[in-house]
């Protein structure tokens, strides 16, 4: 395939574009060595370009080795991963460091996406085994403990479930076992995951202790007004009083250098990234193909809609990270290999309906 017709170029700029105003950013609030930056970049568009190659249909065969692949990452990460911040999530091959948990989000796209067309959701039985199947990954990261990518690939098993036609009682029911539950969830938290749903719920009971997260994430947006402070100037984000300014946080970063009027840009070249993927997968004929499409799409809003809540204060701090904005390699470079694929099943498909 020629390489300049194997890109969707419109595709590829709305990434780039996000990109570009996410390393603005980055740079501007000296949140980094920007050479360690620059190679996972340059990395994360290589993979991009690799993944757009290669025929999304060959994945098919491999739907349970990259399954299998996945858990065992996951538990290697767990026995013998790098412990910072109390949490067990990254794996140190000396030269290199990776999060597992971010890595194999399109490995579990591409298998389970792949498994889920062999189950009938139709029956409890098909349902439940794969839900049996799914609790591995979950189990693991929940115990990194990463509370935010485990709501992330809830919703991931959720979207797939949805996708092949999953009967709402099922979902009724796996709700009502969630809300029994809940006591259960609770004390399986780590306590700085507790004091973060405490201080969504009264942030100025403790504003110098478990409040501090949230109550400068919105001072800091609040600042950014109208037109923002402008590029290194905000002092929430510089002088360091804005914690996780580079991940958890790097919307209200944002917000405070470029105001509204640079969230509103972000959101629209969001909203367009988003629109392109939903509108190029109705004209997919290959379901395989709509589905990861689609489940790379709730991907993406999952994680930017909980990102931008968690910054404006309207849900609880979960550490997870913007898409294609905050720091970190290991996200940016799943993200680019899962909008590779994508890539390459918009082109595939477009040349099956010319030929």
């Known amino acids: 395939m020629n390489f300049f017709k194997s890109i969707d170029w419109v595709f590829f700029l709305l990434i780039s574009l996000l990109i570009i105003l996410g390393t603005a950013i980055l740079v501007s609030i000296g949140a980094f060595k920007f050479p360690q930056y620059l190679f996972y970049l340059i990395f994360a568009f290589i993979c991009f370009f690799i993944f757009a190659q290669v025929d999304y249909r060959v994945y098919k065969s491999f739907d349970f080795p990259f399954y299998v692949l996945s858990v065992f990452l996951l538990l290697i990460t767990f026995l013998l991963g790098k412990a910072t911040k109390g949490a067990v999530r990254w794996l140190d091959l000396g030269f290199i460091s990776f ?12 298998s389970l996406v792949h498994l889920g ?10 349902s439940l085994l794969f839900f049996f199947l799914f609790s591995p990954l979950f189990i693991l990261i929940f115990k990194q403990p990463d509370l935010g990518n485990t709501i992330i690939y809830f919703f991931i098993f959720l979207f797939i479930f949805y996708l092949n036609h999953g009967r709402w009682l099922f979902f009724i029911g ?18 700085y995951q507790k004091q973060r749903i405490i ?8 504003p110098l202790g478990v409040g501090y997260h949230l109550i400068q994430a919105m001072v800091t947006v609040g600042s950014g007004r109208f037109l923002g402070k402008g590029l290194g100037v905000g002092t929430q984000s510089t002088l360091r009083f804005l914690p996780e300014r580079a991940t958890d946080f790097i919307f209200a970063s944002l917000a405070e250098e470029l105001g509204f009027l640079g969230c509103v840009l972000l959101l629209l070249l969001f909203f367009l990234l988003l629109l392109k993927i939903l509108i190029g997968s109705f004209d997919l004929k290959d379901v395989y193909g709509r589905n990861i499409a689609l489940v790379v799409f709730s991907m993406i809003f999952t994680q930017l809609m909980i990102n931008v809540g968690m910054n404006l204060g309207i849900m609880p701090i979960t550490g997870i990270t913007l898409p294609l904005i905050s720091q970190g ?27």
């Open 99 to 110: 999060q597992a948990s971010e890595l194999v989000k399109p490995l579990i796209i591409l």
């Open 174 to 191: 796996a709700f009502l076992i969630f809300a029994f539950s809940l006591p259960l969830i609770w004390h399986s938290l780590q306590e």
């Open 329 to 355: 390699g290991s996200s940016l470079l799943a993200m680019m290999i899962s909008l590779g694929i994508v890539n390459n099943i918009f082109i595939v498909n477009k040349n099956l309906l010319n030929d």
């Open 117 to 126: 067309l062999k189950f009938n959701f139709q029956k409890l039985k098909d």
């Open 199 to 206: 201080s969504f719920i009264h942030p100025t009971s403790d």
